[in-house]
């Protein structure tokens, strides 16, 4: 009923830049955040930026300055404009929503099939 479709990984150098979008379809009554996780491989999926739908953010403190999340509430998206990436940023990147559909009045926390996101060295 709800899908997540990310858009916007890539193959970048180190300095350059990307930017990941998310769009939220289906059945969805509200969404109360949205964000983006990253997992490399060995290593938990991790936080990297949230934001509520008032706008409140949340970051990963080895993002922040580098890495910023916008929203557009009315078309359900979320983005992350990656700026000055490292090879430490090389992760496969996960839109996440936390949002509650018309069929049930139950907050549930969704997940994209993820983007990969190469940085070289």
């Known amino acids: 009923q709800v899908q997540l479709v990310e858009s916007g990984g890539g193959l970048v150098q180190a300095g350059g830049s990307l930017r990941l979008s998310c769009a939220a379809s289906g059945n969805i009554f509200k969404i109360n955040a949205m964000g983006w996780y990253r997992q490399a491989p060995g290593k938990q999926r991790e936080l990297v930026a949230r934001?509520?739908?008032?706008?409140?953010?949340n970051y990963s403190d080895s993002v922040k300055g580098r890495l910023t999340i916008s929203r557009v509430n009315v078309k359900n998206m979320v983005y992350l404009q990656m700026d000055n990436l490292k090879p430490e940023d090389t992760a496969v990147y996960y839109c996440?929503?936390?949002?509650?559909?018309?069929?049930?009045?139950?907050?549930?926390?969704?997940w994209g099939q993820g983007t990969q996101v190469t940085v070289s060295s």
């Open positions: 934001i509520t739908s008032e706008g409140r953010t």
């Open positions: 996440n929503a936390d949002l509650v559909t018309f069929a049930r009045p139950i907050a549930v926390s969704y």
